[in-house]
């Protein structure tokens, strides 16, 4: 049994620190499904999924994160388009990429090689201000979490501990993907609290919790932080769905930001256009009379006589 896909925002020890629990599969699997992604793809994507969604809840008003996970492994980058109503679309640059095989074992699934070591972490939060507030970290595991963690310790200065989780099945597709944040609060003086979790709380603790049964984001929350559960107050929910804002006019934008010879040679050689989405695969073709509309636009309007 699947429940419902949700995030729920909490304060543990009367707002010593904040917790944001995070529950995926649906959406994962969707996006996974999409971009044809299994394996060690579909953890890679699960894990920066529920970071993106996590990273988020900053306010109570709309916010869109941007999280981009760029690493010299074989994956290539993934990116995640994340807003604080739960909606999210992400893609993997290489899915169907070759990884060297890693030592086989119990626990937790490493994701070093396929997404590699070197690299950076790039966050870009939307407040609906004038200006974007963007950071940048360099990559410090590969494991995507600990990455993100490092991220928001090293550039947004806020103690956090970030640990998500993807599982898949024996062909490789999404079982179960959750995630959990753990922050201080301003003059709250939760660094000692926060530091107790990340010390506390294994890597591998998340995976065992989804492996066990099917759980909703509170009732993870409350089992990953047992026994300081008893303090944790859900302060409010709300439900993770995947959407992509791309549609056939935003794709014709884009062609209307071709050069004109671009658009000539298009016309001339293919006699159409297809323009595929990164983040959800949809395709929109368009005719050679649709190419030919927009090329006109490029012209000069003649002064009339």
């Not at 809840?57 to 994340?82: H, R, W």
Request: net charge negative.
């Amino acid at each position: 049994m699947t429940l419902p896909d949700t995030i729920v925002r909490c304060l543990l020890e009367n707002g010593r620190a904040r917790v944001v629990a995070v529950t995926a599969t649906e959406a994962v699997r969707e996006i996974a499904r999409r971009h044809k992604a299994l394996g060690l793809a579909a953890v890679a994507l699960g894990r920066a999924v529920t970071a993106g969604l996590a990273l988020a809840t900053l306010t109570k008003d709309d916010e869109q994160v941007t999280l981009q996970i760029l690493g010299d492994g074989p994956l290539g980058g993934i990116t995640v388009d994340a807003r604080s109503s739960g909606r999210v679309r992400a893609y993997v640059k290489h899915p169907g990429a070759v990884v060297p095989s890693s030592e086989s074992g119990a626990g937790r699934v490493s994701l070093a090689k396929a997404v590699g070591c070197k690299g950076v972490v790039n966050v870009i939060r939307d407040l609906g201000l004038a200006q974007n507030y963007a950071g940048q970290t360099a990559l410090v595991t590969g494991e995507i979490d600990r990455d993100v963690e490092h991220y928001l310790t090293a550039s947004e200065q806020i103690d956090s501990v970030l640990r998500c989780e993807t599982l898949v099945d024996g062909a490789g597709e999404v079982t179960a993907c959750a995630g959990l944040l753990v922050q201080t609060l301003p003059q709250a003086q939760g660094e000692a609290l926060v530091e107790f979790i990340r010390q506390t709380l294994d890597d591998e603790r998340l995976g065992q919790v989804l492996s066990e049964a099917a759980v909703d984001a509170e009732t993870l929350a409350r089992r990953l932080l047992a026994p300081m559960s008893d303090s944790l107050q859900a302060l409010d929910s709300r439900p993770v769905t995947f959407a992509c804002a791309c549609s056939r006019e935003r794709a014709a934008s884009t062609l209307e930001m071709l050069h004109e010879e671009d658009l000539q040679a298009m016309i001339l050689e293919d006699n159409q256009a297809q323009i595929t989405c990164n983040f959800c695969g949809e395709q929109y073709v368009f005719s050679e009379s649709e190419l030919e509309l927009v090329r006109r636009k490029h012209q000069p309007t003649r002064p009339a006589s």
